[in-house]
């Protein structure tokens, strides 16, 4: 069972793949139909070519109803072929606008690549069972709590100051520096 639930997205394209599917069994059942009124006429080659695309019509027909089934029902076998056959029409589309059939050409592309945007997305991918997002090695935990804080270590004291070699007064220690100095004579010791 699904947690994820369908996009709206997707429900279109089930649907309408349903819907299209449903013409192309329509249009099998009336080819095969019209077989034998043909035959009646005496047209045997018609005929033959009715049949065939009857059949043709209904294969396609089914096909497309399992693949409309597994969009709906969110089987990412349906997905990926939907976007193989959307990736095709927008080639094909492509090429019918480079023949000069701008108007159709275009809205094919404009179709399909609107069904691969719809089938490529985030929660399109979480709702056939895919990754959301890309993952790229572990998961940062959810939670990593701060480092405890750390005062900086205290510096040592400075050494008892000594008393200056040249004047023999009292040196101050300067921590800045790390050395003594006399500030009777002006020089470090």
């Known amino acids: 069972m699904k947690t994820v639930a369908r996009p709206i997205g997707v429900t279109i394209i089930a649907i309408l793949g349903a819907i299209g599917t449903a013409l192309s069994i329509i249009g099998g059942v009336i080819f095969l139909a019209l077989g034998p009124l043909f035959a009646s006429f005496g047209i045997p080659f ?7 695309a009857g059949v043709i019509f209904l294969v396609f027909g089914l096909i497309g109803f399992a693949i409309a089934w597994g969009l709906w029902k969110g ?3 349906a997905r990926w072929i939907t976007i193989i056959g959307a990736a095709i029409g927008v080639l094909l589309g492509v090429l019918s606008i480079v023949q000069g059939s701008l108007e159709g050409g275009l809205v094919g592309v404009i179709i399909d690549a609107l069904f691969i945007y719809i089938l490529m997305r985030p929660d399109a991918k979480a709702f056939f069972g895919g990754p959301s997002l890309p993952t790229y090695g572990p998961s940062p935990p959810a939670y990593a709590p701060a480092p405890a ?5 205290t510096p040592p004291p400075p050494p008892q100051s000594p008393f200056c070699a040249t004047c023999g007064k009292r040196t101050t220690y300067i921590q800045q520096y790390q050395r003594h100095y006399c500030y009777n004579c002006q020089k470090y010791v």
């Open 46 to 52: 018609v005929t033959a070519l009715g049949v065939l």
């Open 75 to 77: 089987k990412n076998w």
């Open 149 to 153: 804080y750390t005062a900086p270590p």
